[in-house]
Nanobody
Framework: HVQLVESGGGLVQPGGSLRLSCAAS????????IGWFRQAPGKEREGVSS????????YYTDSVKGRFTISRDNAKNTVYLQMNSLKPEDTAVYYC??????????????????WGQGTQVTVSS
């Protein structure tokens, strides 16, 4: 069955870096879009980045452009989110998700069918 498992979260100081991983099983993620979302306490889940299937087109929300990079390793069936220059406002639980739909852009949470359990990212001094 389809499963997504995130890892790599933690506590980091402002300006620091983390790399999140989203390991997939039960399907080949190279054939489906993968999105990263985050949810801070009391806030709605928001799209952060996504990578399309096949040609691996990437999308970013404005607040992370130039700081975050999404990539995919088909051999490891894993998608990564490299996060640099982290800010306190990046603090949230980060989720990866996938869908069988064709998406242009990151899309909304309702566009996605399968979700990981999330990994906590805390940016604080």
């Amino acid at each position: 069955h389809v499963q997504l498992v995130e890892s790599g979260g933690g506590l980091v100081q402002p300006g620091g870096s983390l790399r999140l991983s989203c390991a997939a099983s039960g399907f080949s993620l190279g054939y489906f879009p993968i999105g990263w979302f985050r949810q801070a306490p009391g806030k709605e889940r928001e799209g952060v980045s996504s990578i399309s299937s096949s040609i691996a087109r990437t999308y970013y929300t404005d607040s992370v452009k130039g700081r975050f990079t999404i990539s995919r390793d088909n051999a490891k069936n894993t998608v990564y989110l490299q996060m640099n220059s982290l800010k306190p406002e990046d603090t949230a639980v980060y989720y990866c998700a996938t869908t069988s739909r064709f998406l242009l852009g990151i899309g909304k949470p309702d566009d996605y069918d399968y979700w990981g359990q999330g990994t906590q990212v805390t940016v604080s001094s």
